[in-house]
């Protein structure tokens, strides 16, 4: 059978004692870095049976091999750095294999850099949030994208990177300056940090101190107000959603 195991995405103790059972029992256990994932089994003292790696480089490859051993009745716990192994990380490959050749598997509950955000941010949630993984990193799919969030009802949240961090902020506060954003930073971690405000105010904030780490973009949805102006603008041949 196999398991997905959500890993901490910072503080090595963010870890249910579902997970540390379900590690400890495992037969072999795939992970990203095996490195990486070492500190974390050797911090909660375990020592894996056998631990391979799965990454984006040998995902096609490995997802067969153990496909055949899930066939033999072995029990595999698949890890990523951090964090749900299938969000932006490797793991879904294998899911679809398990659907299409009709193998169990079963997900454990865990962090997720991505839900802590979105609460975080403090924005109302009744319409719900959209989650569009890492940002394009060219320019063209990242407007598109960010215009895209600006027109949404509902909180749209988004992976960033801190070298790109600064030009996503500029871009947001020149479509929309006085949209809400809310940049979370290093989440769990010891510098942890939500930033929140206009988006202009928050970009001025990064420009003179740059971050960095792992962070998440989340955008506020726009209200009914918001809506009918850009509605309003989309008619008239203006596809710009700012001032």
Not at 8 to 23: V, Y
Not at 54 to 81: C, F, S
Not at 165 to 178: I, K
């Amino acid at each position: 059978m196999l398991f997905l195991v959500p890993t901490p995405i910072g503080n090595l103790r963010d870890i249910t004692l579902r997970a540390l059972d379900t590690l400890r029992e495992a037969d072999v256990i795939a992970a990203e870095d095996t490195r990486h994932s070492l500190i974390l089994l050797r911090h909660h003292g375990l020592e894996p049976r056998e631990l391979i790696s799965l990454h984006e480089h040998n995902e096609a490859r490995r997802t067969q091999e153990l496909v055949e051993r899930l066939r033999q009745g072995t029990k595999v716990a698949l890890i990523t750095d951090a964090g749900l192994p299938g969000i932006s990380d490797p793991g879904a490959r294998l899911i679809r294999a398990c659907h299409e050749q009709g193998l169990p598997f079963t997900i454990l509950p865990g962090p997720s850099a991505v839900p802590l955000a979105v609460v975080g941010a403090g924005f109302d949630l009744d319409s719900g949030w959209y989650f569009g993984g890492f940002l394009p990193p060219k320019s063209g799919g990242r407007e598109r994208e960010l215009r895209a969030a600006l027109g949404r009802g509902s909180v749209s949240a988004f992976y960033e990177s801190p070298h790109r961090l600064g030009r996503t902020l500029d871009l947001l506060a020149e479509l929309e300056p006085e949209r809400r954003v809310c940049v979370a930073r290093e989440l769990t971690k010891h510098f942890e940090e939500y930033r929140r405000g206009p988006a202009r105010e928050v970009a001025a904030h990064y420009a003179a101190q740059p971050a960095k780490g792992e962070m998440v973009v989340v955008i506020e949805g726009a209200n009914r107000a918001m809506l009918k102006a850009a509605q309003a603008a989309a008619n008239s041949g203006d596809h710009g959603l700012g001032e």
